[in-house]
């Protein structure tokens, strides 16, 4: 049973660049959450998508944007790039469960992104 | 969410039980105690969750104090791959929206051999 997939691993963008990642869930589950981790910091809560739409969102600008694909796929998408984005873009996916949802996550290694 | 605070680092040695508080004095009726653990360049892990009862499963156990202002999660026997990054999170089960995760800093536990 694949676990959470991330893609890719590791990428190098410059400022003002935009960049896409992707994620696919573990197998039966149908939302996915994506949290940003600077070095040394916890991860924080972008957003999260169930059932194609945008249900939950923490506290990060417009210029980052997602996806979630009827076969529960999801991006996340980076516009105009800053230093400051630079960080590990994790994937966590989850199910929802007797009308709520799960707190117990599945993540999934990281896409490790540097912004020059 | 409630906010916990936990001891920035500690040690453990190998073979022994490592226990790691956490404080969480402003937790809610419905919110339920989480642990995640991450270790090095790879994504959190699940660990155990509880709402009053203590709780126990492969990995762990959860005890939360009576007033549940307080948890302590217990690796009963912690072995070198059990060095990681554990955080203690408050999240409430909620019926309607999706809410993400608050992490803190959590609490470096680095077990000596």
């Known amino acids: 049973d694949a676990g959470v997939t991330q893609s890719p691993t590791h990428l190098i963008k410059t400022r003002g660049q935009q960049v896409t990642l992707r994620c696919s869930p573990k197998?039966?589950?149908?939302?996915v959450s994506w949290y940003q981790q600077a070095l040394g910091q916890g991860p924080q809560f972008i957003f999260q998508?169930?059932?194609?739409?945008?249900?939950q969102r923490g506290n990060f600008p417009d210029r980052f944007s997602g996806h979630q694909f009827p076969n529960y796929s999801s991006e996340l998408n980076v516009n105009a790039l800053l230093l400051g984005d630079s960080a590990l873009y994790l994937c966590?996916?989850?199910?929802?469960?007797?009308?709520?949802?799960?707190?117990?996550?599945?993540f999934g290694e990281g896409s490790r992104l540097t912004v020059l | 969410d409630a906010k916990t605070t936990q001891p920035p680092s500690m040690d453990c040695a190998e073979g022994r039980a490592a226990n790691l508080p956490c404080n969480h004095s402003?937790?809610?009726?419905?919110?339920?105690v989480y642990w995640y653990r991450q270790i090095h360049s790879q994504g959190p892990q699940y660990i155990i969750h509880?709402?009053?009862n203590n709780e126990t499963n492969e990995m762990a156990s959860l005890i939360i104090t009576e007033d549940r202002k307080s948890s302590t999660l217990i690796l009963p026997h912690a072995t070198l791959r059990d060095t990681a990054v554990y955080y203690c999170i408050v999240r409430v089960h909620s019926g309607g929206g999706a809410d993400g995760l608050t992490f803190g800093k959590g609490t470096h536990l680095i077990i000596q051999p």
């Open positions: 197998s039966g589950h149908d939302t």
């Open positions: 998508y169930y059932e194609e739409e945008e249900r």
């Open positions: 509880g709402l009053k």
């Open positions: 966590a996916s989850s199910a929802r469960l007797a009308g709520h949802q799960s707190g117990e996550l599945f």
């Open positions: 402003t937790i809610s009726g419905n919110e339920y």
